[in-house]
């Protein structure tokens, strides 16, 4: 029996609500150049301590879920939608993929569709945005085929490996999603 709670649930993944056991598995992803380099992370060194806090924090409010494979009922990822606000049906959503080995197998795609569906069907909103790094080409074009669009650029803000990286801002309405 596993431990996480489907929530939200696709075809090969589902949303589950996070654990506070599984902050040894985030620290070791968040110390991960392959995994922060386009988060906006790559600098940043994380102890189990900062992130046992960090993941308190994020299990215990607004809607922040735990990324898992089904079948295996094994956790992958990390995926939110982030400042909500209501009054205005807007928010953000952000998400990776732990494992380079569960990169590049469709997983992210579904996990925005998931994360869209909910925000437009439960949740109300009308206008769901997110940044994204211009070095990300693959999760770029993955949000492009979820029906994301570029909304705005802001240009060589992001600085990593010796190179510059345009931040880039994607939205998606609800009247824009086929059903």
Known sequence: MSKYIPKIVGEKVYLSPMFLDDAEQYTRWLNDFEV??????????Y?????????????????????????EERLIGNASLMNVQHIHQSAEIGLFIGEAGDRGKGYG?????????????????????????????????????????EIGRRTRCYFVENRWHDEIYMEILRDEVSE
Do not use: W
């Open 36 to 45: 922060t380099r386009y988060l906006g992370q790559a600098a940043n060194c």
């Open 109 to 149: 795609r579904e996990v925005v569709k998931l994360l869209v569906d909910y925000g437009f069907k439960y949740l109300n909103l009308n206008n769901i945005m997110l940044k994204v790094f211009s070095g990300n080409t693959a999760a770029i074009s993955a949000y492009r085929k979820c029906g994301f669009k």
């Open 47 to 71: 102890s189990l301590e900062s992130e046992r806090k960090a993941l308190e924090k994020l299990a215990s409010e607004g809607h922040n879920f735990a990324v898992v494979l089904k079948g």
